[in-house]
């Protein structure tokens, strides 16, 4: 039996649930696939929970030689790779630190501006449609740090995003200490007070798929390398039979290039893998906030499944075996500054962030796949970015005016 939708979603992470939802609540008659055949089982997941209003620029490649040296050795807890995957992974790094100069990194920081400085609210509006709004905790997130040179660099930076608007407080040991007083070491920190914390990721995917799902959607399980273009849209094989649309949108996460390379698109997305565990913690002991070593190279989240410990960037070849060597080598380091019990997860979970060399995603239609939409590439923030960048390509979606210009994050810059 064959169905027929408006719109067909392709992929079930937070970025495509969020996106299909905005598409819904366009009047569209949308249906979510996901090879899982249920939302958020994959990168979206395990994040650190932050939805990252004060990321006003992302992440880019630190450019002191001492750190790229410490890169090199793969001695830095912040970054690891497995020495078989370098050659592939040369180019994209070589790109990535081109767009980390500062001239990228202006311009970069302008096309994500009215996206991030939406990211809280666009998500709140979600949230309240969702009944999910408990998931959404005000409270900001705690850079700590080990160093005065750090330090002062941090605060020289926050100078410009309170520019920008943002609000940001200084902490001595005395006000670290009053609103963490389980935390013990560093010499001060940032609280970066506009970010939203986000408790439970998957509970906030599955509330938005549930709403979706309420309000007339349709969730499939299918997968999406059986996609075909036919006259007049676009037709996949499903757990419910095939299905027809003539729009699709593709928001497959860390999957997205190689569904789009039968197509002809080559676009160069990186993965930067990272890994979790949760821990239970000492009795009477309490974190609350999400806290950033970012010296000593993890941050701690306190989730509702206990608190979870979150590492940097991994590079390795998409398919390898998990290798958490990040994660056993700071959480001795994490036991330190704040009295973690004992690990709660039989595995170590790991997630790949789908990162373009421009740290941007790619956002609107592809240019000779008529119906074609795209919406991937969310690197670190695809939680922060995922109702905005929903909004965004639903309104391009639907001919209205996008609430922001959409032109730096076409597909177009990659195929040149
Ligand atoms: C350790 C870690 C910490 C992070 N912390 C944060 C944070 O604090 N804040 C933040 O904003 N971001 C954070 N991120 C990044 C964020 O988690 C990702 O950017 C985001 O989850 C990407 O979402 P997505 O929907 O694009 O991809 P995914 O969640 O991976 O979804 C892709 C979906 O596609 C489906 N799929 C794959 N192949 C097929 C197929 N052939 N057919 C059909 N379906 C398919 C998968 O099953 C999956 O459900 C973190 C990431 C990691 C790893």
């Known amino acids: ?50 939805i990252e209003r004060s990321s006003l620029t992302p992440y880019l490649l630190p450019m002191e030689p001492l750190t790229l040296l410490r890169y090199a050795l793969n001695s830095a807890p912040q970054v690891h790779y497995h020495v078989n995957a370098l050659i592939e992974t040369l180019p994209w790094i070589i790109a990535y630190g081109l767009n980390s100069r500062a001239a990228a990194k202006a311009r970069i920081g302008a096309a994500l501006l009215p996206v991030i400085s939406a990211c809280v609210t666009e998500h709140q509006v979600l949230m309240k449609a969702a009944g999910a709004l408990d998931l959404c905790r005000p409270t900001g997130w705690i850079k700590l740090f080990r160093s005065e040179r750090e330090l002062a ?21 005395a006000d670290l200490a009053r609103l963490e007083p389980d935390l013990h070491g560093g010499i001060g920190a940032l ?36 996609l075909e273009q036919t006259s007049d849209g676009w037709r996949l094989m499903t757990s419910s039979g095939g299905l027809t649309a003539r729009q699709v949108l593709l928001a497959l996460g860390p999957w997205s290039a190689e569904i789009l390379r039968p197509l002809g698109y080559r676009v160069p997305l990186g993965i930067k893998r990272g890994y979790h565990m949760h821990y ?37 070849r998409f398919e390898a075996p998990p290798t958490p060597v990040q994660l056993n ?23 790949r962030r789908p990162c373009l060399p421009d740290m941007m995603p790619v956002l609107g239609e592809a ?12 690197q670190h923030h695809g939680l922060t970015l995922a109702a905005v960048t929903g909004r965004l390509v639903a309104e391009m979606m639907t001919g209205e005016t996008p609430f922001a210009n959409p032109a730096p994050f076409a597909i177009t810059r990659f195929q040149r």
């Open 1 to 50: 039996m064959s169905q027929n939708v408006d719109v067909m979603v392709l992929g079930a992470g937070i970025v495509g649930t969020a996106s299909a939802l905005q598409i819904q609540a366009k009047g569209r008659l949308v249906a979510l696939i996901d090879l899982a055949g249920e939302a958020g089982r994959e990168t979206s997941y395990g994040n650190a929970g932050l």
């Open 153 to 173: 660099k941090a605060a020289h930076e926050a100078e410009g995003l309170r520019a920008a608007g943002l609000t940001i407080d200084q902490l001595g040991l």
């Open 191 to 226: 609280h970066y007070r506009d970010p939203a914390f986000v408790p439970d990721p998957l509970g906030l995917t599955t509330a938005y798929a549930r709403h979706f799902e309420h309000s007339g959607g349709v969730m499939l399980s299918g997968d999406a390398r059986g």
């Open 280 to 316: 239970a913690t000492q009795p009477g002991a309490k974190l609350n906030h999400p806290v950033l070593d970012d010296e000593g190279g993890y941050l701690l989240a306190p989730m509702n499944q206990g608190i979870r410990l979150t590492t940097g960037a991994e590079f390795a």
């Open 329 to 351: 080598a700071v959480e001795p380091v994490a036991r330190k500054l704040f009295p973690l019990a004992s690990r709660l997860d039989k595995d170590v979970w790991m997630g």
């Open 367 to 378: 240019p000779r796949h008529k119906g074609l939409w795209l919406n991937f590439g969310h």
